[in-house]
């Protein structure tokens, strides 16, 4: 197996720095776009020290907006998109009322705003309440999806149903030539013969070379009846993604005969089941 290449020190100490240099660069575009939000919000006609915070409600949002992108990025697609169309609105926003404010203080010496764009700035802060609120419902959804189905490991897993009995394996013994041939003395006909039947085995020895087969025989068997109780048969794939998914590795020809085998013990119960 081949092993990663250690990373000097040198790119070490230069990372530690790329990583200052860019929380210095964001605390520093902010606090300029900081400054002339403000003064768009005294423009707006917000009163006092509220246009203090008039700058946090948009750019503020666009740095939850970010972080959320990252927690849901396994999240469905239509989510991701949602919260992209939110922060790009307030990216866009941000960089409007910024030039704005540039272009109106080279026109005149004091800041005055049209009506339709004080209009517009006051829009900003119930819409970005509203954005909020509906980003913290899509967040706590996945997060709530992505819990529950961490908790549906665990039972997957327990070895509690007990393990099938171990092979016999019959070998049909040949019947003497004139066994075969010669009519039974009270019938006159043939004796038939029994075809033996294999038992379910808890051991299956995987096929030599490849990947070695790590799963516990318990862990495989209860995966495996977990899978069966849930969709009424075991398909392979899914045994296998399921152990792997559990941290342990599988043969293919090894999940296959447990998946032929605890589907054919669901067939026999519900065959029973109904007889009975």
Do not use: C
């Not at 070695?212 to 392979?236: H, M």
């Not at 669901?266 to 009975?276: E, K, S």
């Amino acid at each position: 197996m081949r092993l990663p290449a250690l990373v000097s020190p040198a790119a070490m100490h230069g990372g530690r720095t790329i990583r200052v240099g860019i929380v210095l660069l964001a605390v520093f575009a902010f606090s300029l776009s900081y400054d002339a939000l403000r003064q768009m919000a005294v423009a707006a006609h917000i009163r006092g020290a509220l246009t203090y915070l008039f700058p946090l409600v948009i750019d503020g949002f666009i740095a939850i907006g970010v972080i959320a992108l990252l927690i849901l990025r396994t999240a469905p697609r239509s989510s991701r998109l949602y919260v992209w169309a939110l922060v790009g609105l307030a990216t866009l926003a941000s960089i409007w009322a910024n030039a704005l404010h540039a272009m109106r203080l080279n026109e005149q010496t004091r800041l005055h705003l049209n009506n339709a764009t004080v209009g517009a700035l006051s829009a900003i802060a119930p819409l970005a309440l509203a954005g909020a609120v509906h980003l913290y419902l899509v967040i706590n959804r996945h997060l709530t999806a992505v819990t529950n189905a961490a908790a549906e490991v665990p039972s997957a897993t327990s070895p509690a149903q007990p393990a099938p009995p171990k092979p016999s394996r019959q070998i049909r013994q040949e019947e003497p030539d004139g066994a075969n041939t010669a009519p039974s003395a009270k019938s006159g006909a043939p004796e038939p013969k029994t075809a033996t039947v294999m038992a379910p085995s808890t051991t299956v020895k995987p096929q030599q070379g490849g990947r070695r087969t790590t799963v516990p025989d318990d862990v495989l068997w209860a995966t495996a009846r977990a899978i069966g109780a849930r969709l009424g048969k075991v398909p392979r794939t899914t045994l296998e993604d399921e152990v792997r998914a559990q941290g342990h590795t599988i043969q293919k020809d090894v999940a296959k005969v447990v998946a032929k085998t605890v589907t054919a013990e669901l067939a026999a119960a519900n065959n029973t089941a109904t007889a009975a």
